[in-house]
């Protein structure tokens, strides 16, 4: 697996006229916007378990790191603190409009 940050930006860089060039065919399929989140957040629940980010924590430094439902209420919990409270400290949303940490803590 590659470590090294400047690499993967590379990577990156390489697949990003792929990803486009796939988002315009469903596009142009008019895929659905709800089926294409669901089947995304299907594969992020296959592919998390795969990656071990105690590994070299880069992905955080580099990428905001997403906050589901449940893990604002585990958390809010943990820290004693209201969700709403939780919510206005913690947590904002991307370009996408993703609930994302608002800072990058690593």
Request: glycine share 2%.
């Amino acid at each position: 697996m590659e470590r090294d940050l400047k690499k993967i930006k590379a990577l990156a860089r390489k697949k990003e006229k792929e990803i486009d060039a796939l988002c315009e065919q469903l596009k142009e399929r008019k895929y659905p916007k709800r089926k294409l989140d669901a089947t995304l957040k299907r594969l992020m629940r296959e592919l998390i378990p795969l990656f071990d980010c105690t590994k070299c924590a880069a992905c955080c430094k580099e990428a905001y790191v997403v906050v589901e439902t449940e893990d604002i209420a585990r958390l809010s919990k943990a820290l004693g603190m209201k969700r709403s409270e939780f919510r206005a400290q913690y947590v904002g949303k991307n370009e996408d409009k993703a609930t994302v940490f608002n800072k990058r803590h690593c």
